[in-house]
């Protein structure tokens, strides 16, 4: 098991950048493949972006693909999310979450390890 930390969330204005890290417990973390997810008040988790292990592949969902940035660092076990451009649209709860199967998931039944969140707010 791998426990994760988020931070670096806030209250930021429209077309405001932001980034995010999760810190991730354990001397295992390069054999998780990472997430972002994020869930907005009365709606369902939905997937953000995803890499792999070693970082050589990304996924993104279409309402972030171009402004968000996934990226990892294993020497220090942290996963990031750099988000630019940052709409109301994307106010929410972030959680990070770790994979240990085969391959990335873009799903959230897809990760066993999860992170407490780090609330994003983007006012218009």
């Known amino acids: 098991q791998v426990q994760l930390v988020e931070s670096g969330g806030g209250l930021v204005q429209a077309g405001d950048s932001l980034r995010l890290s999760c810190a991730a417990s354990?001397?295992?973390?390069?054999?998780?493949?990472m997430g972002w997810f994020r869930q907005a008040p009365g709606k369902e988790r939905e997937f953000v972006a995803a890499?792999?292990?070693?970082?050589?592949?990304?996924y993104y969902s279409d309402a972030v693909k171009g402004r968000f940035t996934i990226s990892r660092d294993n020497a220090k076990n942290t996963v990031y999310l750099q988000m630019t451009s940052l709409k109301p649209e994307d106010t929410a709860v972030y959680y990070c979450?770790?994979?240990?199967?085969?391959?990335?998931?873009?799903?959230?039944?897809?990760?066993?390890?999860w992170g407490q969140g780090t609330q994003v707010t983007v006012s218009s």
């Open positions: 979450a770790g994979r240990s199967g085969i391959g990335v998931s873009t799903t959230s039944t897809g990760y066993a390890n």
């Open positions: 354990g001397r295992t973390f390069n054999s998780y493949h």
């Open positions: 890499i792999s292990r070693t970082g050589v592949t990304t």
